[in-house]
């Protein structure tokens, strides 16, 4: 069983900076990419960045330079650092790791308005 918790979602104003956390615990195997999906009241979840066990990143192209992921292979974390946060930011951000499959976690509320 493998578990992933996210923390650090909020309320924010436009400009600011928030650090999303998720930690993944339990039987993991594998590469163990680790990412972030998010989605918006009304919309499909869409990705937002990705990490490689080797550090690989990949990011969504409208979030490229504002955004950037990173994590300690040795704790199973990945963060997003999110930086000028825009009101169309507003979602829940959903973490994943995949490890012989896809484990999610719960989300975290992610609201910027002023």
């Known amino acids: 069983q493998v578990r992933v918790v996210e923390s650090g979602g909020g309320l924010v104003q436009p400009g600011e900076s928030l650090r999303l956390s998720c930690v993944a615990s339990?039987?993991?195997?594998?590469?163990?990419?680790m990412g972030w999906y998010r989605q918006a009241p009304g919309k499909e979840r869409e990705l937002v960045a990705s990490i490689t066990g080797a550090g690989t990143t990949t990011y969504a192209d409208s979030l490229k330079g504002r955004f950037t992921i990173s994590r300690s292979n040795a704790q199973n974390t990945v963060y997003l650092q999110m930086n000028s946060l825009e009101s169309e930011d507003t979602a829940v951000y959903y973490c994943?790791?995949?490890?012989?499959?896809?484990?999610w976690g719960q989300g975290t509320q992610v609201t910027v308005s002023s």
């Open positions: 994943y790791i995949y490890s012989t499959q896809i484990y």
């Open positions: 339990g039987s993991i195997y594998g590469g163990r990419t």
